[in-house]
């Protein structure tokens, strides 16, 4: 299944081998990856290719592309946690809350699912104001290992539920 959502000024979409230079430059920036729990730093070829080929078993993980041009990712995973990045050239601009809000109202809308997940790294504000923004909810702390720190960092999870 190839999904492909639209919103006002983005797409969100599966990448293809050509946007894979974009993938690696945008990640291998360490004020990305260090708030990011599974990504590596430096982040490397093997790591693109990784994500790019997992991507045709998880159907709900894509990139954001702005005018064809990736400028981040976001997905559900299976358990319907969702997750997003964006390149730093990028932040500020509401793209992450306009890519959230459609996915999850695609979610909700064409999935059916009743409860979205999420969590983030507790020191970063950025990422707190998309998900509240979005409507979620703080429901507790948790210590998870960050691939790119090499150390456990404190966590606020957060959940969405259809009502």
Do not use: C
């Not at 990305?32 to 998880?58: G, H, Q």
């Not at 979620?136 to 702390?141: D, L």
């Amino acid at each position: 299944m190839n999904i492909e959502i639209k919103t006002k000024r983005l797409v969100i979409k599966k990448p293809q081998i050509r946007d894979q230079q974009k993938l690696i430059s945008e990640l291998n920036n360490k004020e990305v990856s260090k708030w990011l729990e599974n990504v590596t730093f430096p982040y490397s070829e093997k790591d693109a290719d990784k994500w790019i080929n997992s991507l045709t078993i998880n159907n709900l993980e894509f990139n954001i592309f702005l005018e064809n041009n990736l400028i981040g990712g976001i997905g559900l995973k299976e358990d319907y946690q969702l997750g997003y990045w964006l390149g730093e050239d990028y932040w500020g601009n509401g793209y992450a809350t306009e890519a959230g809000s459609e996915l999850i109202e695609y979610a909700f809308k064409i999935i059916k699912i009743k409860k979205i997940t999420a969590r983030y790294m507790t020191e970063n504000t950025s990422s707190a104001k998309v998900l509240k923004k979005l409507g979620f909810t703080e429901v507790g702390k948790v210590l998870i290992f960050s691939i790119a720190r090499n150390e456990k960092v404190s966590h606020t999870k957060v959940e969405l539920i259809k009502t």
